[in-house]
């Protein structure tokens, strides 16, 4: 099969969908060989990823009205290269290839922007509806990253479930990685890091709920938090909170980190928290229980279905559970192993080789129903 792919944010995205991008085409290259996989993006981003020799990169001849070309150009250049199936990686498929004769399929994340419109300007919310029921109709297959998003497609959208198929993302291999007690104190060094700490990753911003944790976090105690993340203005709102609650001490923010340290700052922490309102799937909780961590997360959207059935869940609007949660994981060495043990196991559901192969048998069946 010869297959194209949406890869903008695999080159220019350093998070979310660029993670996601980058590894799904990966792990198809690595556990798929036989196909021929082309990736289109508008441009490059020097330094941010380099796929495999394997994978054709492709940029549009002209380097001015790029956004065009990706929203509906790009058919030309599709058939030009052969190409058989086209996969939007990002909720996106071009505009016409319904009539290009190149079958497609569009993966959808979440649908924060409709359950949570508050978070997002009037503009922004009508384009990615739009663009999003577009590529919903004319897609040959969807696939949809949790069970939770594909019920908010139906739900939401009206979108016909028998043409959505769940199949879930993995995260980056290297965070089963062997790693040394020097590899890990030299991060534990550079950053300062606690003796025994809590730890929660993601961008600092309203939905990502980081204020129940640090309310949580004033009713526990010898235990301090560490917090991974882009700060954004709700940063101010929490550290209010922090400063009036005498908790500044008991906090340390870390906003740059680089991802191959991420790995020495989850295993040193005893308990990974997100309690996050809403995720399409959520990568950091599958990192941590690879990582061989165990997991608090919310409950409310799908993050019980990346963490599992022996982390533990909170109504992302109690601190006093929440923080009852962590005493229990803390308090109990035995549950906590047994936490980490189990998270483990259930994390090789997410093994590279099987979703790829997913992948591929989700394309040749649209390729053969043609």
């Known amino acids: 099969m010869k297959i194209g792919f949406d890869a903008k944010r695999a080159f220019l995205n350093r998070t979310g969908l660029g993670n ?12 798929q060989p036989e196909n ?14 380099t796929p495999d ?14 956004s065009r070309w990706r929203s509906s150009g790009i058919l030309n250049d599709l058939k030009r290269d052969g190409v058989e199936l086209y996969h939007g990686l990002s909720h996106e498929l071009p505009f016409g290839i319904e009539r290009s004769g190149i079958r497609s399929v569009v993966t959808v994340h979440d649908l924060i922007f409709m ?10 919310r009508y384009i990615y509806k739009a663009k999003l029921i577009y590529a919903c109709r004319v897609a040959d297959r969807i696939i949809a990253i949790s069970q939770k998003t594909k019920d908010d497609l139906v739900e939401l959208l009206n979108v016909d479930p ?16 062997e790693l040394s007690i ?11 890091l606690p003796d025994k700490y809590l730890l929660n990753l993601g961008t600092i911003e309203l939905r990502k709920n980081l204020l129940l944790l640090v309310k949580a976090l004033g009713q526990v105690q010898d235990i ?11 940063l101010e709102e929490v550290k209010a909170y922090i400063n009036q609650h005498q908790l500044a001490d008991r906090i340390l923010f870390l906003h740059n980190v680089k991802f191959d340290e991420l790995l020495a700052i989850y295993r040193q922490a005893a308990c990974f928290i997100y309690p996050s309102r809403y995720e399409g799937f959520g990568i950091p909780v599958l990192e941590a229980l690879c990582a061989g961590v165990p997991v608090i997360a919310a409950t409310g959207s799908c993050l019980e279905e990346a963490g599992g059935p022996n982390s533990l869940y909170t109504d992302p609007d109690n601190e006093f ?3 009852g949660l962590i005493m229990q994981v803390l308090g109990d060495e035995s549950l906590r192993q047994n936490m980490i043990t189990k998270g483990l196991v259930y994390s090789r559901n997410f093994d590279d080789d099987k979703l790829a192969a997913r992948h591929a048998e989700l394309y040749k069946n649209v390729l053969n129903n043609a």
């Open 20 to 31: 996601y991008s980058r590894w799904l085409i990966n792990a198809l290259v690595k556990y």
């Open 36 to 49: 021929e996989y082309l990736l289109y993006t508008p441009k490059l981003k020097p330094g941010l990823y």
């Open 53 to 66: 020799s394997a994978t054709q990169i492709k940029t549009p001849a002209i380097k001015f009205l790029t």
């Open 115 to 124: 359950r949570f419109p508050q978070y997002f300007s009037w503009i922004n």
């Open 162 to 177: 028998t043409k959505i198929e769940v199949i879930y993302q993995s995260c980056d291999t290297s965070f089963r990685a």
């Open 182 to 192: 020097k590899q890990q104190e030299l991060v534990k060094n550079k950053y300062n």
């Open 224 to 234: 301090k938090l560490v917090v991974v993340g882009k700060p954004t203005a709700y």
């Open 321 to 323: 559970q929440l923080a």
